[in-house]
């Protein structure tokens, strides 16, 4: 009886790389792309460290693009076929021929604030001087103009507007004298605090709904590969639900990304995203805050006047998860 057993095993345990591999082959790889170093990219982060992915059958690998119209560019190009970028990055490639839609909103508004370097306490003081973007096209560039021109500067005239990079470069380049100002979100917020740079403006008490970084693909990808993209918008969904409740989760997610940073910034950096306006529960993405986009581009390109919020979203899979309960049941769990 002893042989028997230990023969059983002897062959399971023969068996369980075979077995492995073809869990692993079951997966569906798949490139995406994300565009920014903050808590806007936390439903990719989350999903793929909390096994979120894997769970609804994806071998995802994340990829860094710095700023949205390199990621979106990427996506366009084939280079990867999902990618989180921002309203504009997606609009700005839609009214070039591209064939890029959101389809999970992601984050919904805006938590960005314009810093300037210690000593300013007039928006006046930034003339002549620059202010630091990711890249132009980019929703930190759209977040640039707004701010200025609401502080009463006109961006470019009054002050130059450069192409810097990632948040924490920004940051650098603000605490280094490099430009005068900078266009940051947590964390790279919560450190300028700390750090004694100055806010010169708070966009998010500005009151602009504004359709920022959500799940985009193509519509080519979805006619070609419509589970796929299924399987990755009920993961960002779940990935969603994940930061809204386990904190730790998220703390964890963020924190690999955003190196250095201190346990209490990155704790304010998930407690700030936690409102209905930033990261709605039901992430569907917002017209009328690519309303917003559209009206910020019309400024500087004509073809956005005539152009439809509609025609930047595909609400398939994220209207089936909303209908079929999924995502109320994901709440009700807790």
Known sequence: MKLKALTVLTLCLALLPTWNSSVSAQLTKLHVGYSAISADQLPAWVAKDSGIFEKNGLDVQLIFFTGGSTAILALVSNDVPITQVSGPGVV??????????????????????????????KPEQLKGGTVAISRFGSATDSIARFALKKIGLTPVKDVGIVQ????????????TGKVSAAVINPPSSFIAEKKGLVIIADIAKMGLVFQHTGAVTTRRFIKEHPDT?????????????????????TVRALGKHMRGA????????????????LLPKKQVPSLEGL???????????????????????????IRELEKSGYIDGLYRKR
Request: net charge negative; no cysteine.
């Open 92 to 121: 700005n490639s839609v009214l070039a021929g591209s064939d890029a839609v959101f389809v999970a909103a992601g984050v919904t508004s805006l938590n960005y604030v314009l810093v300037g370097k210690p000593g300013l306490t």
């Open 164 to 175: 810097v990079g990632s948040g924490p470069d920004r940051l650098n380049a603000a605490l």
């Open 229 to 249: 993209v299924r399987k990755y918008v009920k993961a960002h969904v779940e990935a969603v639900h994940r930061i809204w409740t386990d904190k730790e989760a």
């Open 262 to 277: 201190e346990r209490d910034i990155l704790e304010r950096s998930r407690d700030d995203i936690l409102t209905e306006a």
């Open 291 to 317: 309303k917003t986009v559209l009206e910020d581009i019309a400024e500087r390109d004509a073809r956005a006047k005539t152009a439809k919020p509609e025609q930047f979203v595909d609400f398939t899979f």
